[in-house]
């Protein structure tokens, strides 16, 4: 599929919107992590922090990017598919199978079908599903192994934790 020169500005546009998504919801998880972190009296850094300050340096170096890149339909799937790899390592370190933000593929699922159509959704999710299997793969096989500390202070069972029972 051959896009125009409008439609490469429109896929300009929806691309500075992502960035902005992406760091409202980095920031939205950090600030949801530092709040479980002093409720429940955690002194430690979890690996969380490392990766939203990746998430911040990544978003930083698109912005400077974005203006510079002649093809945006390629700097969007890479744009999509760094978003997927974050997603898969927010995953394994809030517990893989067990963990509460295997969601977050299916946003990015959503928002490659409305940039980049039919054929950018199918491959987003075609990708999504390679690094959510292998993962998952990864943990049966006991290849990579779940930390329970994170898993706890980022998962949303503290939430139903604090919820009044009927």
Sequence with gaps: MRFN???EKEIQKKLKILMILRIVMITLFLISSVLFQIKFGKREIP?????????????????????RVNNFVLFAYIQLIGDL???TVLVYITGGIE????????ITIIYASIMLY???GYVIAGISSILYGGLIDLQY???FEVRKRILTLLSFRPFIKMLPRA
Excluded: H, P, Q
Excluded at 48 to 56: D, Q, R
Excluded at 99 to 106: A, D
């Design 5 to 7: 020169n409008l439609e």
């Design 85 to 87: 790899i974050i997603e």
């Design 99 to 106: 963990s509460s933000f295997s969601f977050t593929y299916i």
């Design 47 to 67: 690996a969380f922090y490392i990766l939203a300050a990746s998430v911040y340096f990544i978003s930083i170096v698109y912005a400077l990017l974005i203006n």
């Design 141 to 143: 096989y006991g290849l």
């Design 118 to 120: 039919r054929k950018g």
